[in-house]
């Protein structure tokens, strides 16, 4: 299955009223795309990484009313779940596509990850591209541009990990739906990877932390 870019039609999914329209929606457009990411990147991650990552699409199974508001692919080395692993993401939000590396709150290495990229917070803050962006909450929209962060400002979001029960850590870029829906197939493939290539090494430090 070839990779083809999001459109406005996927995009306006999440206006869909109701848990079950909206999740045969997905089932029916969204997830197809998410597949085919899925099968492509997988490989390509594997050999960026040195190990073998498998695809995880959302299915949102805990869901009994309210309707996702995002949805995703996730890239794990485990082949049953990506939740306690620290894993890279593709998806979108009714107002954006995002591509993610993710610590999320169940991941049980959060505390010696958090201590990791404290030491490491100078080369972070140098080698993450000015247009990259965080995340503490993965079930939020909202975004903090690394462009705006201080030194100061990502211990303080590294120490927050180490301390913090819910906390998570998550960076890497958000495109707007606009810009999104005008990307050729060629440049969607393209910018997915080009977010992949330089969020590679925040994945290498988790293994120090493993």
């Not at 089932?27 to 050999?47: C, V």
Request: charged share 20%; glycine share 4%; aromatic share 10%.
């Amino acid at each position: 299955m070839n990779v083809t870019c999001f459109s406005a039609a996927d995009f306006d999914v999440f206006k869909i009223e109701g848990l079950d329209n909206r999740m045969e929606a997905l089932k029916d457009q969204i997830r197809p795309k998410l597949d085919a990411l899925g099968n492509h990147f997988a490989g390509e991650l594997s050999t960026m990484t040195g190990q073998e990552l498998y695809p995880h699409i959302a299915k949102h199974l805990r869901r009994t009313i309210n309707p996702p508001n995002d949805t995703w692919v996730a890239f794990a080395a485990n082949k049953r779940g990506y939740k306690m692993m620290p894993h890279f993401q593709i998806g979108l939000w009714g107002s954006h596509m995002f591509v993610w590396f993710a610590v999320i709150y169940e991941a049980p290495m959060k505390v010696q990850f958090g201590q990791t990229l404290e030491k490491s917070v100078k080369n972070i803050n140098k080698n993450i591209p000015a247009n990259f962006v965080w995340s503490l909450d993965h079930t939020k929209p909202e975004v903090i541009p690394h462009k705006t962060l201080s030194v100061e400002d990502l211990t303080a979001m590294f120490k927050r990990l180490q301390e913090v029960k819910k906390a998570e850590i998550l960076c890497g870029i958000k495109i707007s739906r606009e810009d999104a829906i005008n990307l050729s197939d060629s440049d969607f493939i393209n910018t997915i990877h080009n977010a992949f290539v330089h969020l590679i090494p925040l994945y290498t430090l988790t293994e120090t932390s493993l």
